[in-house]
């Protein structure tokens, strides 16, 4: 039976992480130092060390690595209180694409690994990258991955370019998709490697110019030049990249809507606000039909969205892998919760689209949200061939 009853105790984690983001995140949200590249390393680290002294560093971490390991469905309440600024989850550790990485890596890696690897991303010091997304390959179809890894039964040397790779500038801890070639050594086909940013043949060409700041040091192209890696470098098992990305992506997708359903609902206070002190034609904005229909339209959105994503996270809880229930609820969730950014933005009229309010960033960053972690045509392509194949 589904009972989406939150404990005192998950209460009050929600509560603090809201107050955490809201006395000591917000007022970072006018620092320049938040570019058009995102947020730079320096004011990274500095909001991360404000976590860390208030006790909610990467809470979501699994209890061996001293996190306070949440079951999916209460992550969907905590997420949400760290969404309530684009810049709570980069302070709390559980943004994209750390938060995924880490999910992985605590799943697939061994203990080597783990330590090198997981552990400083977890403590906050480190940052994490997934390099899967090519300009002429792979995309929305992974299966046209082209770096090519070729293995000499010593050493593993990879070529090719990625682009839309968050977070490439400077990260340590790197996973790379490349299609293993055939070998007389063992399985080929996509596989995933784990090794140092700083290793030589990875080359950052540049940093792209893109609509969102909301993700550390923004997106790169990278170019993999030769990059050799030893033995000891493979991640799990080879030819396995797209089972293991899946794993990855059903939980990092309900994540994503958790966290921005918290900043839609911030946007949604602002323009709340707005409608009952502006006025216009004689009383408050928010006393127009036109304009409460939007308010009501957003409150219904919300609601839904958090009951949609509740119940995806319940499955999962439930021992299910979500693959096609997180697909629904990210093509579902990334469309009305831009809706729902969308009105806010026309709510507060010029302003909305300023920088005055931070309903403007959320609206331009969260259209990003309907294109990774698969766009929404290839979330309805993959259920419409599920319920044509499986019919009820
Ligand atoms: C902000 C942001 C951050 C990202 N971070 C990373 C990262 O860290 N690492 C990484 O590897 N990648 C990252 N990506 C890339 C992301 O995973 C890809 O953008 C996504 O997989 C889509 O691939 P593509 O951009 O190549 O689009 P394409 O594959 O070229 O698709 C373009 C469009 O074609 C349509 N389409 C495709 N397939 C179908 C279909 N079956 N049916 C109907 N229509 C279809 C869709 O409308 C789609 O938007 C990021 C992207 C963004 C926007």
Not at 177 to 199: S, V
Not at 213 to 240: D, I, M, T, W
Not at 311 to 333: F, I, N, P, Q
Not at 377 to 383: D, L, R
């Amino acid at each position: 039976m589904i009972d989406f009853t939150i404990s005192d105790e998950l209460a009050a984690l929600r509560d603090e992480i809201r107050a955490f983001v809201t006395e000591k995140v917000i007022p970072y949200e006018t620092d320049p130092r938040l570019t058009r590249h995102g947020p730079t390393e320096e004011m990274r680290t500095e909001l991360v060390e404000l976590a860390r002294e208030a006790g909610l560093l990467t809470f979501q971490a699994p209890n061996r690595f001293g996190g306070r390991e949440p079951s999916h469905v209460e992550q969907a309440v905590l997420f949400e209180a760290a969404g309530w600024s684009t810049l709570g989850p980069v302070a709390l550790n559980c943004a994209a694409p750390d938060e995924g990485n880490m999910f992985l890596l605590s799943k697939i890696a061994n203990e080597a690994q783990v330590e090198e690897f997981l552990v400083p991303v977890i403590d906050g010091r480190q940052r994490s990258v997934f390099a899967m997304t090519e300009p002429g390959g792979a995309g929305s179809d992974p299966n046209q991955l082209s770096t090519e890894a070729v293995f000499d039964g010593t050493d593993y040397v990879i070529n090719g370019r990625k682009w839309l790779i968050t977070g490439a500038n400077g990260a340590r801890t790197w996973i790379i998709m490349a299609r293993l070639a055939p070998n007389e050594h063992g399985p080929d086909g996509p596989t995933l490697f784990l090794c140092d940013g700083q290793t030589p043949g990875i080359e950052i060409e540049r940093v792209m110019n893109t609509m969102d700041r909301n993700y550390v040091e923004g997106h790169g192209v990278v170019v993999f030049n030769n990059l050799r890696l030893p033995a000891s470098a493979l991640l799990g098992e080879p030819g396995q990249a797209l089972r293991y990305a899946q794993l990855r992506l059903a939980p990092a997708r309900l994540t994503h809507c958790m966290r921005w359903l918290g900043a839609a609902s911030r946007a949604q206070s602002i323009a709340i606000e707005h409608a009952r002190a502006r006025t216009a034609f004689g009383k408050p904005l928010g006393e127009h039909q036109g304009v409460s229909f939007m308010i009501a339209d957003n409150e219904i959105a919300l609601q839904q969205c958090r009951l949609a994503i509740w119940w995806a996270c319940w499955t999962l809880d439930g021992g299910a892998r979500g693959r096609h229930e997180s697909s629904m609820v990210k093509a579902y969730v990334s469309e009305e919760l831009f809706k729902v950014a969308d009105r806010c933005v026309q709510i507060l009229g010029g302003m909305g689209i300023s920088d005055e309010t931070p309903v403007g960033m959320i609206f331009s960053d969260m259209r990003a949200f309907r294109l990774y972690d698969g766009p929404t045509e290839v979330h309805k392509y993959a259920i419409a061939r599920q319920v044509l194949r499986d019919p009820k």
